[in-house]
């Protein structure tokens, strides 16, 4: 079998700029409006960013639990169909890497990675971000 490749339309620099400034201000607002569980922030979060970036494939969560030595998936949305692992152990994957790290970390092709955890062939770059709760040290 012959592994495909994604077809990804390119934008500009000036577009993600603008999409990421637009993105800062929904997010903003819609933290700004009323308190929310955290399962609601995560998922309009993840909403704001889907729409504003189609070409994503998966922006979601990973929640740590404390005592737990892993990350659990939290909200999400994916416009590939993209169903992501359920839990991934601390240091392991990108996500687990954030997660022990604490640092966010970019990758440009997930098929140099040694240490990835492929959810999708057709995911070739990753942002992932570290999220802590307001006054936490984790």
């Not at 692992?85 to 687990?96: D, L, N, T, Y």
């Amino acid at each position: 079998m012959v592994e495909q490749e994604a077809v990804v339309n390119p934008i500009s620099a000036e577009e993600k700029v603008k999409r990421y400034a637009e993105s800062k201000v929904a997010l903003e607002a819609y933290l700004a409006e009323a308190e929310r569980t955290e399962e609601e922030k995560q998922e309009q979060i993840s909403q704001i960013l889907s729409d504003k970036f189609p070409e994503f494939s998966f922006v979601g969560f990973y929640d740590a639990k404390a005592g737990k030595n892993k990350v659990y998936i939290g909200e999400f949305v994916s416009s590939a169909g993209i169903f992501p692992c359920g839990e991934i152990v601390i240091g392991k994957g990108q996500c687990g890497l954030c997660a022990e790290t604490k640092k966010g970390h970019i990758t440009y092709d997930t098929k140099q990675l040694d240490n990835y955890i492929a959810c999708d062939i057709y995911t070739r770059s990753e942002i992932v971000l570290p999220c802590f709760e307001k006054g936490s040290s984790r």
